[in-house]
């Protein structure tokens, strides 16, 4: 019998980045934050399907998202601007979570494994982006590069934004990376 | 006793590479590689620290090439003209080593376990140029846009330099992709 658990997602994630903090990442065991949650492992590993995954579910979203707002982006947009498009939508759903954002970059930061992780999805995240603008007919090698420069633009503004403590918002700051782009290639 | 023998670098490095392409880079042993070249696994060792390593030994060497090019950048130049002085120094090197750089692209295409190395030293090239930038007094965000820009173009027009068979140097479809990026951002 599978008894719900309200808020069990939520529950463990809280209690996987409580442990991968203190004491860290690789001392804590599915069975600590399962624990911790007060619920079981059998639960912990309904939800996810191993400790680093508690890090990179929402990648796929994210990148589900970026995809769909590229391809999406009004006809008339270039492919700067469609890639823009996926900036923009990335930055209203990252603004939401941007206490668990900060805490996600200082477990990563500590963790040479999750730090290859975080390289083969950012990895992966351009690759879709490129293919993302040829379905809107973008040709190579623009749509690599554009991919790119967005990869670049997310990656340091979103750096930048969870340094900072100014109340900017990050579709700001990923505008102002853009110009700044911009700016470098005249 | 150690004796000299001639040429082992090139020996072992020959043997490797045909080794990793067949039977693959995961079923070859060191003592395998040694002894194809005639040498033992002694030698190797003295030449490389592992078996990635006759991968990987250029790629710190083209590091410090690249960020010296940068580095050494007329004073005149600006962010995006410093990186591509970069970009060409890294070509002229590249250029001599068309085949084994063909060969190396698909051992790493065939390994998991490389592309994350490759991922990771990309990433480290782009720290490192984003840092000599700054030595030239580029701000951030500025400095590492750019040298995100760079190993963009860099990655990009290597990997179709591998693959095309049309005699075109690295050096030009670098500035053609250099051309492409500043097109992009008007």
Not at 41 to 56: G, N, W
Not at 94 to 111: D, K, T
Not at 151 to 161: E, H, M, Q, T
């Amino acid at each position: 019998m599978v008894r719900w658990q309200p808020n069990a997602h939520g529950r463990l994630e809280q209690a996987a980045m409580q442990l991968y903090r203190e004491p860290g990442f690789e001392q804590t065991t599915v069975a600590e934050i399962a624990a911790r949650a007060g619920l079981t492992e059998h639960t912990f590993f309904r939800y996810f399907a191993d400790k680093p995954e508690v890090l990179f579910s929402g990648a796929a979203a994210l990148q589900e998202l970026m995809v769909n707002a590229t391809v999406g982006a009004p006809e008339s947009s270039g492919p700067l601007e469609a890639a823009a498009a996926a900036l923009d939508a990335a930055a209203r759903v990252l603004e939401e979570r941007r206490e668990f954002a900060r805490q996600r970059q200082a477990i990563i930061a500590a963790n040479p494994e999750l730090q290859e992780r975080e390289l083969k999805k950012m990895a992966s995240l351009g690759a879709a982006l490129a293919d993302a603008l040829r379905q809107r007919g973008v040709r190579d090698p623009a749509a690599g590069l554009t991919a790119e420069m967005a990869i670049a633009v997310f990656r340091l503004s979103f750096a930048r934004w969870l340094d900072e403590d100014n109340g900017r918002r990050l579709s700001q700051l990923m505008r102002a990376y853009l110009g700044e782009l911009k700016a470098l290639t005249i």
